[in-house]
C-alpha cells in the first residue's frame, strides 16, 4: 500500500467492515478480462458466503477460474470544499483475494444462507422449503489475502 498512514491494521476493523457491510464485490477474469459483480454475501470464521443461481455468467466464470478478488466498503462520504481539488471522501473498506468453493451439499447451502438472511436482519425462525435448495448453491469464498484501507478522522 502506497499510503501507509490509510493501511488498517486493526484485525478488529478489518472484522467490523467485514460484518457490517452490505454489499461485497466479486472481481473475476474472464478470457483475460475483469468481470465484476456485486453481491449479497455473509461473512463468518474466514469465509465469505454468497448465495447464487445454479447458472449464469458468474458461475461460468468460476467454473473456469475459482481465483477471486473482492472489495467491501462499509462507510463513505463524499467532503466538499469550495476549492475543487480538494473534495474528499471518508472511507472504511477492504479488499482481498481467495478461492470460491461451489458447494451444493444442503447442510452448506443452509448454514450459508442462515448466515446471509440473519446479517440483513431476519430474526423470525428459519425454516426452508427443502425444494428453494435445489434451485440455488452455495458459494464459499475462502479469504487468503486481505487488506484494509480508510480515509478521514476515525
Excluded at 469465509?47 to 478478488?69: C, E, P, T, W
Aim: aromatic content about 8%; overall charge neutral.
Amino acid at each position: 500500500m502506497r499510503r501507509l498512514d490509510k493501511e488498517i491494521t486493526d484485525k478488529h476493523v478489518i472484522e467490523d467492515i467485514l460484518l457490517n457491510s452490505d454489499i461485497c464485490r466479486l472481481g473475476l477474469v474472464e478470457n483475460n478480462e475483469a468481470y465484476i459483480v456485486p453481491v449479497n454475501y455473509a461473512y463468518y470464521n474466514g469465509n465469505i458466503y454468497i448465495h447464487s443461481a445454479h447458472a449464469g455468467r458468474k458461475m461460468d466464470v468460476l467454473h473456469q477460474n475459482s481465483k477471486v478478488s473482492f472489495e467491501i466498503e462499509l462507510c463513505h462520504e463524499i467532503i466538499k470544499s469550495d476549492i475543487p481539488c480538494r473534495w474528499t471522501a471518508k472511507y472504511r473498506s477492504v479488499m482481498g483475494k481467495g478461492t470460491i468453493t461451489i458447494d451444493n451439499d444442503i447442510s452448506s447451502k443452509k448454514k450459508g444462507l442462515d448466515l446471509i438472511l440473519c446479517k440483513y436482519g431476519a430474526v423470525m425462525e428459519l425454516n426452508y422449503d427443502e425444494s428453494s435448495f435445489s434451485h440455488m448453491t452455495m458459494l464459499i469464498l475462502k479469504i487468503e489475502s486481505i487488506a484494509g484501507k480508510q480515509s478521514g478522522n476515525w
